[in-house]
């Protein structure tokens, strides 16, 4: 079982960039999906970013693409979303999701936060405007 743990968070302005880091211990990080979800005040949870297992493909948001990059490092067991032109609506608490790979889902990167069953505790993001 993967234990997850974000930092990166924290009060920035409109336009700054930020970068959320995940640490993964407990498991084998590289057999693992991994996720970036995130839930602003008074909203359902929803999907930002993913990358596969070996870091070769990434799925967005529509949204967000062109702003935000996920990468991980299977070598140092993390992975980080980074964040450009932040804007007031990114304001929310981020939390990164783990989910282990196998034979039905080895090349398809979930969204659905329902798939993850491994999560950290989240950190939280507020942009100022």
């Known amino acids: 079982q993967v234990q997850l743990v974000e930092s990166g968070g924290g009060l920035v302005q409109a336009g700054d960039s930020l970068r959320l880091s995940c640490a993964a211990s407990?498991?084998?990080?590289?057999?693992?999906?991994m996720g970036w979800f995130r839930q602003a005040s008074g909203k359902e949870r929803e999907f930002v970013a993913a990358?596969?297992?070996?870091?070769?493909?990434?799925k967005y948001a529509d949204s967000l693409k062109g702003r935000f990059t996920v990468s991980r490092d299977n070598a140092k067991n993390t992975v980080s979303l980074q964040m450009n032109s932040l804007k007031a609506e990114d304001t929310a608490v981020y939390y990164c999701?783990?989910?282990?790979?196998?034979?039905?889902?080895?090349?398809?990167?979930?969204?659905?936060?329902?798939?993850?069953?491994?999560w950290g505790q989240g950190t939280q993001v507020t942009v100022s405007s």
């Open positions: 999701a783990a989910k282990k790979v196998g034979v039905s889902n080895l090349y398809r990167i979930p969204s659905d936060a329902t798939e993850y069953p491994y």
């Open positions: 407990g498991s084998t990080f590289s057999s693992y999906h």
């Open positions: 990358v596969n297992w070996s870091g070769g493909s990434t």
